[in-house]
């Protein structure tokens, strides 16, 4: 008797151990990958600051930036090697830090006067080919240009970005992929022979659903911001944090375990509640108004506190975004004078302190 209660105990350890294992808080980072010379310094970054810091997840903004073998022809000019994204994969699993890759997809295929190398080796794949990039970029500008997309449509692009997906994903040895997925401006364009006169949300719910199946075949997550799945008019949001040209009604046609990236910076927004109610994940992203990724955090407790056991669990976390360089972090994390005002650090300064 005595044994059976003891094994039946040890069951019901192990079950709770496990649940809490798989429900813990999210408490992330996303950021630019660190550049081959400065590795090193940002493998003791994670070791020294972010672990004890209490962060579990780390996003890294790869992009171009790996030294790709399926595709060498997408790799930018100095990327990182296979054995430099194994230090940070390794230092990452002794602090039991989930890693995750992200590569941009289908939106910011450009940045201001500079073409994206997916579009600069594959020019057919450009959605609005006949639209040029300014030699000085402004914004607003006639053609609508933010970034450029490539062609969701078009019968080679995804077996390009497939295999970029799946060799990052295999090197990084993560369960998770991040693919952007933000402010997309350009889609169903006029200039797109293959797309023109497509109803947006439907070009995007599937490109969504295409990156999801593919991860799935290999029990990997797909994770994307979400400001393309809101309705900017309705929420009164404007055309960065929400979508102006339909894309927001995908919403109820892609999988509901692709896991959302709420990003709101000047104010924290409730969304989370509206992904959730939708059956999704969802993590809240701040950046550099302290009080905002504060704010964040407690309106996070608050729906988690306040909500059913089926909605409890969506509520993800926080995922802290930085939007410089890898070494203008690591320069503010450790006190650099010239950076002692940056609210992004300050922010996740004041975020490890309260998460």
């Given at each position: 008797m005595k044994t059976k209660l003891?094994?039946?105990?040890?069951?019901?350890?192990?079950?709770?151990?496990?649940?809490?294992?798989?429900?813990?808080?999210?408490?992330?980072?996303?950021?630019?990958?660190?550049?081959?010379?400065?590795?090193?310094?940002?493998v003791e970054l994670i070791d020294k600051q972010l672990a004890p810091s209490g962060l579990n997840v780390l996003v890294l903004r790869i992009d171009f930036d790996y030294e790709y073998k399926k595709r060498p022809e997408l790799r930018s000019s100095n990327p990182l090697s296979e054995q430099d994204v194994k230090?940070?994969?390794?230092?990452?699993?002794?602090?039991?830090?989930?890693?995750?890759?992200q590569v941009n997809l289908l939106g910011h295929q450009s940045w201001a006067s500079s073409l994206g190398k997916l579009l600069e080796v594959y020019p057919e794949f450009d959605e609005t080919p006949s639209i040029q990039l300014p030699a000085e970029y402004k914004w607003p500008n006639e053609d609508g240009l933010y970034c450029k997309s490539y062609c969701p449509k078009h019968p080679d692009v995804h077996s390009v970005v497939f295999d970029l997906v799946d060799e990052i994903v295999e090197v990084?040895?993560?369960?998770?992929?991040?693919?952007?997925?933000?402010?997309?401006?350009?889609?169903?364009?006029?200039?797109?022979?293959?797309?023109?006169?497509?109803?947006?949300?439907?070009?995007?719910?599937?490109?969504?659903?295409?990156?999801?199946n593919h991860l799935a075949q290999t029990n990997c997550e797909l994770w994307m911001w979400g400001d393309r799945l809101i309705d900017g008019k309705v929420t009164g949001l404007g055309i960065w944090e929400g979508s102006y040209n339909n894309t927001h009604r995908a919403i109820d046609l892609i999988p509901k375990d692709v896991v959302i990236n709420d990003w709101h910076y000047d104010v924290a927004h409730a969304t989370p509640f509206m992904f959730a109610a939708?059956?999704?994940?969802?993590?809240?992203?701040?950046?550099?108004?302290?009080?905002?990724?504060?704010?964040?955090?407690?309106?996070?407790?608050?729906?988690?506190?306040?909500?059913?056991?089926?909605?409890?669990?969506?509520?993800?976390?926080?995922?802290?975004?930085?939007?410089?360089?890898?070494?203008?972090?690591?320069?503010?994390?450790?006190?650099?004078e010239k950076l002692k005002e940056d609210g992004a650090i300050i922010a996740f300064k004041e975020l490890s302190k309260v998460w």
């Open positions: 003891f094994t039946l105990f040890f069951i019901l350890l192990i079950s709770v151990f496990s649940f809490s294992q798989s429900t813990e808080t999210i408490k992330g980072l996303c950021i630019a990958s660190p550049s081959k010379s400065d590795v090193g310094k940002f230090s940070l994969v390794n230092v990452c699993k002794a602090h039991n830090i989930k890693l995750i890759p990084f040895e993560s369960d998770a992929f991040h693919a952007g997925l933000d402010e997309v401006f350009y889609i169903a364009h006029d200039d797109c022979e293959r797309c023109k006169g497509d109803d947006p949300s439907l070009l995007f719910a599937d490109e969504v659903t295409k990156l999801r939708k059956g999704f994940d969802v993590i809240a992203c701040p950046w550099n108004k302290p009080e905002v990724a504060i704010n964040q955090v407690e309106m996070m407790d608050m729906l988690r506190n306040n909500s059913t056991s089926e909605m409890k669990s969506r509520y993800r976390g926080i995922m802290h975004t930085y939007w410089g360089s890898a070494s203008s972090f690591m320069a503010g994390m450790n006190g650099d």
